[in-house]
């Protein structure tokens, strides 16, 4: 599998420039080679497998080979399962045939998934997941760096799901939910302005108390007292990022 550079392979007496991010499924009868560039340089991970149990989904026979192209998302589990491999290399207990047997089967998983064309998580479960996570981490000072990481997607991907399925970014969405957490905070008395900000991750209460205003049209004290805030579905989030502290 790619991962920097264009190499160009020889398979069969055919050459193929290898893009990043470029997986190659090559049969055991299957003649190749690597041409030479002067200059060029790549990075590519390698796994040499005495069998694979795919099925004739993988349309690769003894003597033939298959290309398939992913995305980042779908890189990082090989990525992941070919580090577990290397570094059983070095191991001197004598169990690494069970492991290596165990690393191949889930590298057969990973190349099922991939032949059957196996979507990631629905979108609308991903938002959830995004959700559940943001209101558990109200104080992240890099939520939407975190909350990729969390979903295991790019900020690419990230921002394109909260495009389709909310219209709007992952950062503005975030902000709503914050806001919307505090303005349920206020309201219930559950706890002071200062300590709300707090737990959101402000370090300067009048950041808070500036997005908070712009979000609701009411300051945090104002709606601590019982005051009403406009329709929180007429107001557009966007509007209210923070100003520190909260990218």
């Known amino acids: 599998m790619i991962q920097e550079g264009h190499p160009e392979i020889i398979v069969r007496g055919e050459k193929i420039e290898?893009?990043?991010?470029?997986?190659?499924l090559i049969g055991p009868e299957c003649p190749?080679?690597?041409?030479?560039?002067?200059?060029?340089q790549c990075k590519f991970v390698l796994w040499m497998w005495?069998?694979?149990r795919l099925g004739e989904q993988a349309g690769c026979e003894e003597?033939?080979?298959q290309k398939f192209n992913l995305t980042k998302t779908r890189q990082e589990p090989f990525v992941r399962n070919h580090e577990l491999c290397r570094r059983e290399a070095v191991a001197t207990d004598g169990l690494s045939e069970k492991y290596f047997e165990s690393c191949r089967m889930g590298f057969e998983v990973l190349m099922q998934r991939l032949l059957e064309g196996d979507p990631e998580a629905p979108s609308q479960d991903r938002l959830e997941q995004a959700q559940?996570?943001?209101?558990?981490?109200?104080?992240s000072k890099k939520p939407v760096a975190r909350l990729c990481d969390y979903l295991n997607v790019s900020q690419s991907s990230l921002h394109r799901l909260f495009k389709e399925r909310v219209g709007m970014s992952p950062a503005a969405f975030i902000?709503?939910?914050k806001l919307q957490w505090a303005h349920d905070r206020l309201v219930e008395g559950d706890l002071l302005v200062k300590e709300v900000a707090l737990q959101l991750g402000y370090s300067q209460f009048n950041d808070f108390s500036r997005a908070f205003k712009s979000f609701f049209g009411l300051s945090p004290s104002e709606v601590s007292r019982g005051e009403e805030p406009v329709s929180l579905d007429t107001r557009n989030p966007a509007?209210?990022?923070p100003r520190a502290g909260n990218s």
Request: charged content about 30%.
């Open 50 to 52: 005495d069998e694979l």
């Open 132 to 139: 559940d996570w943001i209101l558990a981490h109200l104080d």
């Open 32 to 40: 190749f080679g690597w041409t030479r560039r002067q200059g060029s």
């Open 239 to 241: 509007e209210a990022r």
């Open 18 to 24: 290898l893009p990043r991010g470029v997986l190659m």
């Open 63 to 65: 003597n033939g080979f």
């Open 175 to 177: 902000q709503k939910l």
